[in-house]
Nanobody, 124 residues
Framework: QVQLVESGGGLVQAGGSLRLSCVTSGRTSSRYFMGWFRQAPGKEREFVAS????????YYADSVKGRFTISKDNAKDTVYLQMSSLKPEDTAVYYC?????????????????WGQGTQVTVSS
C-alpha cells in the first residue's frame, strides 16, 4: 500500500503560479511513475504530467507543456508540480498518482494509487 497526500492548491489569478506537493508513504520501494492528473467539473480525469521515479524522465500533456514542471525529491519522498502562466481552463481538482507496475502506462487514469486531490481555481 502506498499513501499519497497532496497540498498546495488554492485560488490564483490568471497568469499566476502555484506549486503542488505530493508526499508518499508506505510501500514506496515499488514506485515506477509518479504523476499528476486533474478533473474539472463535468469532465473526465485527464493526465497532466509524470516523472519516472528512478530515471527522472518527464512527460507532459500538450495543454501544459512549457507552463508546468514536474519534479521530485527522493529524500523527501515528494513529487512537485510547479504551475506557471495559469489559465482559467486549468481550474480542476488535481490528483497525485503512483504507478506500481514496471510497464505501466503513465497516462492511464485506470491504474495506480491516488491521493485525495487538491483544488486549483484560476480566476480570469
Amino acid at each position: 500500500q502506498v499513501q499519497l497526500v497532496e497540498s498546495g492548491g488554492g485560488l490564483v489569478q490568471a497568469g499566476g503560479s502555484l506549486r503542488l506537493s505530493c508526499v508518499t508513504s508506505g510501500r514506496t520501494s515499488s514506485r515506477y511513475f509518479m504523476g499528476w492528473f486533474r478533473q474539472a467539473p463535468g469532465k473526465e480525469r485527464e493526465f497532466v504530467a509524470s516523472i519516472h521515479w528512478s530515471g527522472g524522465w518527464t512527460y507532459y500533456a500538450d495543454s501544459v507543456k512549457g507552463r508546468f514542471t514536474i519534479s521530485k525529491d527522493n529524500a523527501k519522498d515528494t513529487v512537485y508540480l510547479q504551475m506557471s502562466s495559469l489559465k482559467p481552463e486549468d481550474t480542476a481538482v488535481y490528483y497525485c498518482n503512483v504507478k506500481l507496475q514496471p510497464y505501466s502506462d503513465y497516462r492511464s487514469v485506470s491504474s495506480g494509487s491516488w491521493g485525495q486531490g487538491t483544488q486549483v481555481t484560476v480566476s480570469s
